[in-house]
């Protein structure tokens, strides 16, 4: 079954069932309309053999609207029946909402898949709007605790501001649902971002993964999980796998291609980032890691052609530094360097580190690898794969540093955890 945020990006688009079905690679869809008169809600629904796109089963609902998800349970388990799949136990049920508050939390869900700095700000004030009609809505929360996070791992807030409002949120939606798999799937994403303890992080998200095991948001984490751990071959795996059952979904390409990037995968890489931006334009890093593949080829005009697109401020401070020093332009390199530690140094100062990595000063790139522990710098998950860092592998000061936050070779090695895909 392929993923809503991809089955929804069709939403009012001239495209017919064909072509619909050859992009998402499936064979069979299910189309309708939703009327609403007052209370009254008329759904009509049909099923679609897409080989043939002939109609196989068709439907409608006549309902109140207090209902709604009564009716969401009849229409699923009547395509259920018509694909004559069999349920392994009991066919689960929809979670009841609020009709308003579910439709803000939708928005939020929406508006947050496009993964952009306004996306986030927009989709945290959706999930309240949703909360302050449903407080008890584990849903909401746990999506709430989500923009929190990518607030702080793409440094548009600083930890410390928002990580404590990201855990209380999914501790909030696991007080209202004990077995809600995505916000232990978030509480596994601040043990690793945050806390640094690969041993929470891999304990929450394997449990996640008992609850809901091709989720494609708890399986991305557990992509994120695997590239820490240095296991960069099941990461690749698990994002593949992400992307052929959420293709038009955004953040499963960029993460594909951050995937490919530190494999050093990098033409993959590029085609997946250039995906990601496809689906949307002002897409969160993906300009950025573009240029760091260009960089990493040796064609350092065009990666600089891509920093100069990215809409991030510290990414295209970043990439200057990056590219204006290998070019030889030193003095550039400086500048956008020293406006990155002057405006951004609680957020960046991991990427600072790299950054002096690169220049081959292995001092300075361990004092501000201090300060990346001290702010909790969510960007140390990735040091130990980050092909920036290669200079100071040797250095004394490196495998000390790796086990005083938790990712030496035998901490890493310790952690048990294990992913099952479909074949």
């Known amino acids: 079954v392929i993923s809503r945020s991809s089955a929804f990006s069709y939403k009012g688009k001239d495209l017919d069932i064909p072509t619909i079905a050859e992009q998402l690679n499936v064979a069979h869809v299910l189309e309708g309309s939703v009327r609403k008169d007052g209370d009254q809600v008329r759904i009509t629904v049909q099923l679609i053999d897409t080989r043939t796109d002939s109609h196989l089963w068709s439907d409608t609902y006549d309902r109140q609207l207090d209902d709604i998800f009564a009716i969401q349970d009849e229409i699923a388990l009547g395509v259920a029946e018509q694909l004559k799949v069999t349920l392994l136990g009991e ?9 308003e508050a579910y439709t803000f939390y939708l928005q939020a869900r929406h508006i947050s898949a496009l993964f952009t700095a306004e996306a986030f700000e927009q989709s945290i004030t959706l999930y309240k709007q949703s909360l302050r009609i449903d407080p008890g809505y584990a849903a909401a929360w746990s999506g709430l605790a989500g923009s929190y996070i990518i607030q702080a791992t ?36 601040i043990n690793l971002r945050f806390d640094r303890d690969l041993q929470m ?46 293709p038009v979904n955004p953040i499963g390409h960029y993460f594909l291609g951050f995937s490919y990037l530190m494999a050093m995968r990098l033409d993959e890489s590029i085609t997946s980032l250039n995906n990601a931006l496809m689906r949307s334009p002002r897409h969160v890093s993906a300009h950025y890691r573009i240029g760091t593949a ?15 697109q990215e809409p991030r401020p510290t990414k295209h401070l970043m990439g200057e530094a990056m ?42 790139a361990f004092v501000w690898l201090d300060k990346a522990a ?26 000390p540093f790796l086990e005083s936050i938790g990712m030496s070779p035998a901490q890493r090695a310790a952690i048990e955890f294990e992913v099952s895909l479909p074949d």
């Open 154 to 189: 793409t440094g548009q807030r600083s930890a410390d501001e928002v990580i404590h409002l990201a855990r209380d949120a999914a501790e909030q939606a696991l007080a209202i649902n004990p077995e809600y798999a995505p916000a232990l799937a978030y509480l596994s994403v």
């Open 323 to 364: 590219v204006y020093f290998a070019l030889g332009q030193t003095d550039a390199a400086d500048v956008a360097l020293n406006e990155l530690i002057d405006k951004y140094q609680y957020t960046t100062a991991y990427n600072i580190a790299y950054l002096l990595a690169l220049r081959g000063d292995a001092d300075g």
């Open 201 to 246: 992080a891999a304990k929450h998200l394997q449990q996640a993964l008992v609850l809901e095991p091709l989720n494609p948001d708890i399986l991305r984490q557990a992509a994120t999980l695997f590239r820490s751990l240095d296991r960069m071959q099941e990461a690749i795996a698990v994002d593949e796998y992400v992307v052929d059952r959420d």
């Open 91 to 99: 066919a689960p049920a929809s979670e009841e909402a609020d009709a």
């Open 374 to 399: 001290q702010y909790r710098d969510s960007g140390l998950i990735q040091i130990v794969f980050q092909p920036e860092f290669k200079s100071i592998h040797d250095a004394p000061r490196w495998l």
């Open 294 to 308: 260009l960089y990493l080829k040796g064609e350092l005009q065009a990666a600089l052609a891509e920093m100069e």
